[in-house]
């Protein structure tokens, strides 16, 4: 059976829901936005993809991420120390003529930015806070509420989320992350994926790390 790369490779377009709302985004190979969902100012890698409903602003989010419905990557802030806290003071332009948004407010949410590794699942719900960063292969359970940095190959839940057990011992950990494979060719990638189905982990790793094609 002909087994050619035109055969092998879907088309590598980024696959956006009509619902989708999407403002000053950058998509990779093969990202894929689900229905309603909502993104500001955000770069997806290659493979990543949001489920519906979700929504994320000022964030970078590598590649091969799975981010479930209903989940929000970088919930704002709100000028707590002013006199009101409501989108009256930093949005006027909403409600008066003549007032515009206050660009000094906007420009300490941009700066709060939220990264996220390769390989990431965030849960179905789950929030993420501004100025996060999300390792490699870390997971974050439903309804989670991040506050704090997420190791590598972490996975935590709750609210506030907190680690419950590494997804690999360390050795392996460092051993993934050396193999890069987020960065393969898609026609590699392709080769891996049934081991990927098959073999444990360190018998992968064993077979890989040594596959110079």
């Not at 696959?15 to 100012?41: D, F, M, N, Q, W």
């Not at 390769?118 to 929030?127: K, L, M, N, P």
């Amino acid at each position: 059976m002909d087994r050619s790369e035109d055969l092998v490779l879907k088309a590598p377009e980024p696959r956006i829901h009509p619902t989708a709302e999407l403002k000053a985004c950058k998509l990779g190979r093969y990202a894929s936005i689900g229905e309603r969902v909502v993104l500001r100012e955000v770069s997806v890698g290659d493979f990543s993809y949001f489920e519906r409903h979700a929504e994320a602003i000022y964030t970078s989010i590598g590649k091969f991420c799975s981010i479930a419905a209903n989940s929000r990557i970088n919930a704002l802030e709100h000028p707590i120390e002013r006199l009101t806290q409501h989108k009256v003071s930093y949005r006027p332009n909403e409600y008066f003529r003549w007032l515009g948004v206050d660009a000094a407010f906007r420009e300490r949410r941009r700066a709060n930015a939220v990264t996220i590794g390769h390989d990431v699942w965030v849960g179905h719900g789950a929030v993420i806070m501004p100025g996060i960063t999300v390792g490699n292969g870390a997971v974050i359970g439903a309804n989670a509420v991040v506050t704090q940095d997420v190791p590598s190959y972490m996975i935590v839940a709750g609210v506030p989320a907190k680690p419950l057990r590494r997804r690999f011992p360390p050795a392996v950990a460092a051993r993934i992350e050396a193999l890069a494979w987020w960065d393969w060719p898609v026609e590699k990638l392709a080769r891996a994926v049934p081991d990927i189905q098959a073999m444990p982990i360190e018998a992968f790793l064993d077979r890989w790390e040594n596959d110079a094609a």
